[in-house]
């Protein structure tokens, strides 16, 4: 009896228990790997595969974010570009409308200076005029006082008036000449 017990209770001599736990842990298996496993195994290829999907749709967000980017500098060259043109511009227009208000200045100096020079020139033609006439009288009343004869005579009167004022424009004339040569 004691071989029958070293026999019942040897562990490398598989007994019905031995049999009964590998035929229910393959049921097991079978059970797991046919039920279970198949959908565990699906959701984490659908969970791979959405995160293969956001890693794409990451990368050409991060692709359209970096076109943006780019595009965004590019317009804000552009605008800088514009920008400098434009002070450009204005800065030429500026030019140019200082130099015509000072053309239009010189002109209307020019203009107002030719204006007081014909305004002068009229005065002056009117001062000589009312002088002659004067001067005329003058003459004429000591040229009367001194020959003791009457001028009466208008052609006689108006040809002495212009001789004696003649006369003095030349002396005056004289004067300036001696004047001038005598200050170089």
Not at 6 to 20: D, H, Q, R
Not at 83 to 94: D, M, T
Not at 150 to 178: M, V
Request: glycine letters at 4%.
């Amino acid at each position: 009896m004691p071989t029958t017990t070293l026999a019942a209770s040897n562990f490398l001599v598989p007994n019905g228990t031995f049999i009964v736990e590998v035929f229910a842990f393959a049921i097991i298996l079978y059970v797991l790997a046919r039920w279970i496993i198949p959908p565990i195994n699906k959701s984490l290829a659908d969970r791979q595969e959405a995160i293969r999907r956001q890693f794409e749709e990451s990368q050409e967000a991060q692709a359209r974010a970096e076109a943006a980017e780019a595009e965004f500098r590019a317009a804000l060259a552009d605008a800088r570009q514009e920008a400098a043109r434009i002070r450009e511009e204005a800065r030429e227009q500026g030019a140019a409308i200082i130099a015509e208000m000072r053309e239009q200045a010189g002109a209307e100096s020019q203009r107002i200076i030719a204006h007081a020079h014909n305004q002068l020139e009229a005065e002056r033609q009117q001062i000589m005029h009312q002088m002659r006439t004067e001067v005329g009288s003058i003459a004429t009343t000591l040229a009367e006082r001194i020959l003791g004869e009457s001028l009466e005579d208008n052609d006689r009167q108006s040809r002495t008036i212009d001789r004696f004022i003649e006369e003095l424009e030349s002396q005056d004339e004289a004067s300036k000449t001696s004047n001038t040569s005598g200050a170089r």
